[in-house]
């Protein structure tokens, strides 16, 4: 029989959860939500692929943008899409949460109709199935007759193969109708149907996760011990007890006289944000080590550290650990109960969890204000041409990029609205500045909290913030500096966008070999971890040397430099682009007045046209893109 090529396939439940923002306020009075990817069997096939293990997905979504999204989202994570039927009659279903207290968290779901309910066997393939070393059904999608057809077949068809049969008992009573729509939040209410309903699985299963009330449901008594016993009878099965802040408690065997006797693991003491989720998180946890065949106890580790790390955040599977993540946090323990306040494990989970960016990147920047201001106020004409020279600086780039990856561009809210949507049509990777131009000390552009603003930016975009420091700024300028950058960092880190921090140091003193280093390495000493670095051009191949030195000790995960151009020509920049070749972190450029200043001015005077403009633009960026895969060749060579 062919060796499997997926650790684990999970079937049923895909929503998209919107979970109110206001923590301790009545779902009621939620005023904003935050958007993520849902049900127990996404979850946990999420959970798993962020932990290394190979996993896919059966389920239904809508076609609609929200059935989209959760194809997109599991493929991003890795989760093998395959499975994913989209019902062209259905929508995808949603789950309303909130956060009332630490023992309340009120949970409304819209799932009449809806695509995963529809589930059948049909959706069901052979081949796919065989192609896993397990399949983890799940209790949900037990409580309608088709769906419980499609688990059945998945399960006949996994023991015809050899492959091992998990069991989630995840139990909604509000789905299975036994309680109101109003009882999302309900975990246990008694109901003997469905207990005979799940009795005639467990012979067929190989490991049978729940908490207490699961287990009483399943084992139709709600004594933990008898529930058991009775599942036992039925059962040669791993069974786990999940016993929330208490860890878990394992019976590979018979059934002993007390919980505490089975083989256990200990929780973590951690502050509970919301447990919803957390149950997922903990099955993941569990595969990671079951499937490799790790001790029980290694396993319970892992499931109690993924549950305690997910019961200390809001989100379900966009908070989920990654086995870097996970790593750490058993390397180094609990060093704050509220995890989410935890600024390294914080870090580490930011980086590891971040959209896929590609590994160069060549960007024409044109984020410029007072610049282009400046050209057409020489040339006599408005500032409203600012706006479409920068649309036709996209054209530029989109020529030059042809549709390949590693494109993109420093663009502005200011003149550069309609030009920033017209970025978004190409796939550009896009930066966008929120700093106010020239200002020194730093400041942002705009009233009120830097946050808000962000809010409304799309979540691709990446947040540009240029700061001028050199080491022998006086005291009182770098206070200020550091106070603003840590703002714009809280910012970025508070509504999931990533930053890109640039730094000149040349203007204002002079630039050694271990000046920008320097810089770097104090403010890595404030906490500040940018996803990106932007900086000028190095003296020497030593100056990049010690740059990367300093983000290589201070944050493995930085995505890398780009280098900026400071109006140099192009022959200088080219130049540029050798000196570093011997540091793999200068990852790419983003010039901007080196290929559209003298365009610019032409075409604000009206000695050039558009097409002219996008042609001469096009031609720069391009000698410059050129120049730099000619260097990221020689430096893989």
Not at 513 to 539: C, F, M, N
Request: charged share 25%.
């Amino acid at each position: 029989m062919p060796a499997p090529t997926l650790d684990l396939i999970t079937i049923g439940r895909a929503s998209v959860d919107l979970y109110g923002q206001q923590i301790g306020g009545r779902l009621e009075d939620m005023a904003s939500f935050a958007k993520a990817v849902g049900g127990c069997p996404t979850n946990i096939a999420i959970g798993a692929s962020r932990l290394g293990l190979k996993a896919g997905l059966i389920t239904r979504v809508g076609d609609e943008a929200m059935g989209r999204f959760i194809r997109e989202q599991s493929a991003r994570e890795g989760v093998d899409t395959r499975g994913i039927r989209t019902d062209p009659a259905r929508l995808t279903a949603l789950a309303v949460l909130g956060v009332r207290d630490d023992k309340t968290f009120p949970l409304i779901f819209y799932r009449t109709d809806c695509a995963d309910a529809a589930l059948d066997e049909g959706d069901v393939d052979e081949d796919f199935i065989a192609s896993a070393a397990c399949i983890v059904v799940t209790g949900t999608h037990f409580a309608r007759p088709n769906t419980a057809a499609a688990q059945r077949k998945a399960m006949r068809i996994a023991r015809a193969h050899g492959r091992r049969v998990v069991f989630d008992i995840d139990y909604r009573p509000n789905l299975w109708g036994v309680a109101g729509h109003d009882a999302g939040e309900s975990r246990y209410v008694r109901a003997d149907q469905v207990t005979q309903s799940l009795a005639a699985l467990l012979p067929d299963c190989d490991l049978i996760v729940g908490t207490e009330e699961e287990l009483h449901i399943a084992g139709g008594s709600e004594d933990t011990l008898q529930a058991l016993r009775n599942i036992r009878a039925l059962s040669a099965a791993t069974l786990v007890c999940k016993r929330g802040p208490m860890g878990c408690v394992v019976f590979p065997g018979a059934i002993p006289a007390r919980l505490e006797d089975g083989v256990s693991g200990p929780g973590f003491p951690v502050e509970v944000y919301n447990v919803l989720g957390a149950g997922d998180a903990f099955m993941a946890g569990f595969l990671r080590g079951w499937l490799r065949q790790e001790p029980l106890e290694r396993c319970c580790t892992f499931a109690n550290a993924c549950g305690a790390i997910a019961v200390s955040r809001l989100l379900c599977a966009p908070e989920y650990a990654t086995w870097v993540e996970l790593e750490h946090f058993l390397a180094h323990g609990v060093t704050t109960p509220a995890l989410r306040k935890d600024a390294v494990l914080s870090h580490i989970h930011r980086a590891t969890t971040r959209r896929p960016q590609p590994e160069s990147l060549m960007a024409l920047a044109i984020d410029h204000r007072p610049q282009l201001a400046a050209m057409a106020a020489e040339a006599g004409v408005s500032a409203d041409r600012i706006g479409p020279f920068k649309q036709l600086a996209v054209q530029a780039a989109s020529r030059v990029a042809a549709g390949r990856p590693g494109f993109g561009m420093l663009l502005d809210g200011t003149y550069g609205r309609e030009a920033l949507f017209d970025a978004s049509h190409h796939g550009f990777w896009v930066a966008r500045p929120v700093e106010l131009p020239a200002s020194r000390p730093l400041d942002f552009e705009g009233q009120g909290d830097l946050g808000a603003h962000l809010v409304e930016w799309p979540v691709e975009q990446t947040v540009k913030c240029l700061c001028f420091w050199h080491p022998d700024d006086p005291a009182e300028l770098r206070s200020r500096q550091e106070r603003e950058l840590l703002r714009v960092h809280d910012a970025c880190r508070t509504v999931g966008r990533e930053l890109l921090l640039e730094i000149i140091a040349g203007p204002h003193g002079p630039l050694e070999s271990g000046t920008v280093a320097g810089i770097l390495d104090h403010l890595y000493g404030l906490g500040i971890r940018p996803d990106w670095w932007k900086l000028e051009p190095q003296a020497d191949a030593r100056a990049w040397a010690e740059i990367e030195q300093v983000i290589q000790r201070h944050d493995p995960h930085c995505r890398g430099i780009v280098m900026l151009g400071l109006d140099a020509p192009l022959p200088e920049l080219v130049s540029a682009f050798r000196a570093s070749a011997a540091t793999p972190l200068v990852r790419g450029f983003a010039v901007g007045r080196s290929i559209f200043a003298e365009p610019a001015r032409a075409w604000f005077a009206g000695r050039i046209g558009d097409e002219e403009a996008i042609g001469e633009m096009a031609q720069r960026f391009s000698t410059l893109v050129t120049a730099w895969q000619a260097r990221h060749h020689a430096a893989v060579a």
